[in-house]
C-alpha cells in the first residue's frame, strides 16, 4: 500500500475518534507518530468533537532505569516510576516519542487525551520477537537451542492478545492515568523461556552461547537483540486494579506454552502433512514417497532405517553416564529395550515381531520432528492388525482415554495412497533392476515372489489394512501404476500433490535460498553456454552450406559460361567463313587504295569504295 502524503494523512487523523500507533516493531512509526500528536495538537481547534491518541511503545524505554532500591534490586517498577525510566541507548526516540504525546495530552483532556501503553515483548500467534527460538524448535535442524541469556535477567512479556485487551479498556475507560505498563505477571528468564519453548515444539535441550553470536544470526534484527537482552522486572499495577481483563496468559508464556505453541503454529500455517503410500512390493512406493518428502519436507519413514537409527539411538543412551538420577532410569529402560530388541531379531533372523516393530514406528510418529512437520509412511503398515495397533490410542501414556485418542488422532495418515500394478508390470520391474540394488535385497527372484504372492493373499482376506483407513472415513486414494519410466512416477507424485495442497512449513531456509540461487545460476550459466554453442554450431553449419552452396554455384556459373562460349563459338563459324570470303577481300583493297589515295575525308572515300565494289551491287 503506497504511504500517504503527510496532508492527506492529517485528514484521515482529522477523520478519526481514536488514533493508534505501534512504534514496538517499526522504527519508522516513531517520526510518524511524534509528527501527527504534534500536528492534532496544533490543529485542536477544528475538531468536531474530542479525540484519543494512544501510543504503543515498549519497555526497552526502563531497560537502564535505576534501582528503587540500590539494596534490594528486585523490588519492580511500577506504572508510577515512569518519570524514572532511562531507555536503552538504541530506544532514545522511542522515550522521545512517549515524552511528548504525554505533554501533548495535557492541554485540553477535553479535545485530545493522550496514552503511552508500554508493553513486554509480546508473544502468542506471530511469537514476534521470539519467534527465532520457536522456528529453531520447529524446524529441529539442531539437536540443541540456542540460549543467549543470563541466568538471573527478567524479561518481561505479555500475550498480544492480552495487551489487545488492555488497549481496548483504555479506549472504554479513559484512565485518569496517562503511562501504562502492560505486561504479565511472570518473572522468567530468557533461558526459561527458550527451555519451555525447546520442550514443548523442539529437542528439549537449551545450549549456553556467547551473546556475540547474535549478530551472526541472520533471523534477529538489532531490535530483536537489545529486547531479548533486557534485565527489567515491572508490574502492571493500575491496569490489574482499574481495569477489567479477562487475561488470556497473565501467568506468562512458560505456564501456557502449549497453548502458546498451538497459536503459533495455527497463525502461521505450521500444520503437519501426514501420508501413507501402500502397494505391492517393487510398485516404486519409496520413488513416489521420496519426491512428495522431498516436496512437502516430510520425514521418510522406512521401516528398516526406523529400526536402525532406533537401536543407535538406544546404543548411546545406554552408554550415558549413570552418576547423575535422572540418568540412571533412563540409561536402565534403554538397554532392557536394546537387548530384547536384539534377541527378538536373533530369534526371527533379522526381523522384527510386530509388538516391537510397532512399538518403534509409533514411537517415530509421536517425535516433535513428524509431528511439525509431519511424516510419509513407506510401505508401512502391511496388515489390518498393524495399523490398528499403531494408530490406536495408548492409555498408558495418558491420563484418560479421550486425550490419548485425540493424541492418537494427531498421529492417524490424513491420505493414505495405494499404488496398484499387473504382477507382470512388477515382475518385469524386478527383472530390469541392475544386480547391484537387487543383491543383498528381498528383490531376488524367489523373495520377491514370495512377498508378491504374501502380499496379494492377505488382500484378499477381509480384513486388510486399506479396510481399516475405510473404517476411519478416511478412504486410501487408489492410482494405478501402468509402466516402470520415470515419467510414470512423476505423474503419480503430481497427482498426489495436487490432491494434498501447497506445503504447510516455512518454505526453503536461507541456506536453501542460496543453495536454490546458485543452482539456478548455474542452470543459467548452462543454458546459455548451450544456448551459445548451439548459436555457434547452426552458425558454423549455416557458414559451411553457405561455402558449400557457393562453390557449387561458382562451378555451376563457370559451366554455363563455357558451354554459351562454346555455343557463341560454334554459331560464329559461318559467318566468319562468310565475312573472310566476302567481305574482308574488298575491305582490305578498300583500305589499300585509301592508304594510296589519301583522301581528305577517308571515311567517306572507304564507304563509296565498299559501295561501289560490293558484289551484289555489281
Request: hydrophobic content about 35%; some cysteine; aromatic content about 8%.
Amino acid at each position: 500500500m503506497p504511504l500517504l502524503k503527510r496532508e492527506d494523512l492529517l485528514q484521515r487523523l482529522m477523520d478519526c475518534d481514536i488514533i493508534i500507533y505501534n512504534i514496538t516493531d517499526d522504527d519508522d512509526q516513531i517520526d510518524e507518530a511524534s509528527w501527527a500528536i504534534a500536528t492534532l495538537h496544533a490543529e485542536m481547534a477544528k475538531f468536531s468533537g474530542p479525540k484519543m491518541f494512544i501510543l504503543l511503545s515498549t519497555v526497552m524505554t526502563w531497560a537502564l532505569s535505576k534501582p528503587i532500591d540500590p539494596d534490594d534490586p528486585e523490588i519492580p517498577f511500577t506504572e508510577e516510576d515512569y518519570r524514572r525510566r532511562r531507555a536503552h541507548p538504541n530506544f532514545k526516540e522511542h522515550i522521545n516519542a512517549e515524552k511528548l504525546v504525554v505533554k501533548m495530552g495535557k492541554t485540553k483532556k477535553t479535545l485530545l487525551s493522550t496514552y503511552v501503553v508500554a508493553s513486554g515483548l509480546q508473544y502468542g500467534m506471530g511469537e514476534q520477537v521470539f519467534h527465532y527460538f520457536f522456528k529453531m524448535s520447529w524446524l529441529g535442524y539442531q539437536p540443541i537451542v540456542p540460549d543467549f541469556g543470563k541466568v538471573t535477567h527478567i524479561v518481561p512479556t505479555i500475550h498480544i492478545n492480552d495487551l489487545a485487551a488492555i488497549i481496548q479498556n483504555v479506549i472504554d475507560r479513559k484512565p485518569s492515568q496517562n503511562y501504562l505498563v502492560a505486561v504479565d505477571d511472570s518473572k522468567n528468564t530468557l533461558e526459561a523461556i527458550v527451555k519451555a519453548i525447546s520442550n514443548a515444539l523442539g529437542p528439549g535441550e537449551v545450549q549456553k552461547v556467547p551473546k556475540e553470536n547474535l549478530f551472526l544470526t541472520q533471523d534477529l534484527r538489532q531490535i530483536d537483540i537489545d529486547s531479548i537482552s533486557v534485565n527489567l522486572r515491572l508490574e502492571t499495577v493500575y491496569v490489574k486494579d482499574k481495569f477489567n481483563i479477562s487475561w488470556v496468559c497473565d501467568t506468562g508464556p512458560i505456564e501456557n506454552i502449549d497453548s502458546v505453541v498451538e497459536e503459533y503454529k495455527q497463525t502461521r500455517g505450521l500444520l503437519p502433512i501426514r501420508l501413507c503410500v501402500l502397494g505391492p512390493p517393487a510398485v516404486g512406493k519409496s520413488t513416489v514417497t521420496e519426491k512428495i518428502c522431498k516436496h512437502y519436507k516430510l520425514h521418510h519413514i522406512r521401516v528398516k532405517d526406523t529400526i536402525a537409527e532406533t537401536i543407535a539411538s538406544l546404543e548411546v543412551t545406554s552408554q550415558m553416564d549413570t552418576s547423575e538420577m535422572e540418568n540412571e532410569d533412563l540409561v536402565t529402560n534403554a538397554q532392557d529395550l536394546l537387548d530384547a530388541l536384539k534377541e527378538n531379531m536373533d530369534q526371527n533372523g533379522g526381523r522384527l515381531e510386530d509388538q516391537y516393530l510397532v512399538r518403534i514406528i509409533k514411537d517415530k510418529l509421536k517425535s516433535k520432528p513428524c509431528k511439525n512437520q509431519g511424516y510419509a509412511l513407506d510401505g508401512f503398515p502391511k496388515t489390518y492388525e498393524q495399523a490398528k495397533e499403531l494408530f490406536s490410542a495408548d492409555e498408558e501414556e495418558e491420563d484418560t482415554k479421550s486425550k490419548a485418542a485425540s493424541n492418537s488422532k494427531k498421529s492417524i495418515p490424513e491420505y493414505v495412497f495405494a499404488l496398484g500394478a499387473s504382477d507382470k508390470l512388477l515382475k518385469n520391474r524386478v527383472l530390469n533392476l541392475p544386480e547391484s540394488q537387487v543383491e543383498g535385497t528381498s528383490y531376488s527372484q524367489e523373495q520377491f515372489l514370495r512377498r508378491l504372492a504374501t502380499y496379494r493373499e492377505s488382500n484378499m482376506e477381509d480384513e486388510t489394512v486399506l479396510n481399516y483407513f475405510d473404517e476411519l472415513d478416511n478412504p486410501p486414494h487408489h492410482m494405478e501404476v501402468t509402466s516402470s519410466d520415470d515419467q510414470e512416477y512423476l505423474m503419480v507424485t503430481k497427482h498426489i500433490i495436487k490432491m494434498v495442497g501447497p506445503p504447510k512449513n516455512y518454505g526453503p531456509t536461507s541456506l536453501e535460498q542460496e543453495e536454490e540461487e546458485r543452482r539456478s545460476a548455474d542452470s543459467r550459466l548452462q543454458k546459455e553456454s548451450r544456448e551459445r554453442a548451439d548459436t555457434e554450431r547452426r552458425e558454423a553449419e549455416e557458414a559451411a552450406q553457405r561455402a558449400s552452396r557457393w562453390e557449387d554455384w561458382s562451378k555451376s556459373l563457370e559451366e554455363v559460361k563455357r558451354t554459351e562460349h562454346e555455343l557463341l563459338e560454334a554459331q560464329s563459324v559461318p559467318l566468319r567463313n562468310y565475312l573472310m570470303a566476302n567481305v574482308m577481300p574488298t575491305l582490305t583493297r578498300g583500305l589499300i587504295e585509301c592508304s594510296k589515295t589519301r583522301p581528305e575525308d577517308p571515311i567517306d572515300f572507304l564507304a563509296e569504295y565498299l559501295f561501289k565494289s560490293n558484289p551484289q551491287f555489281e
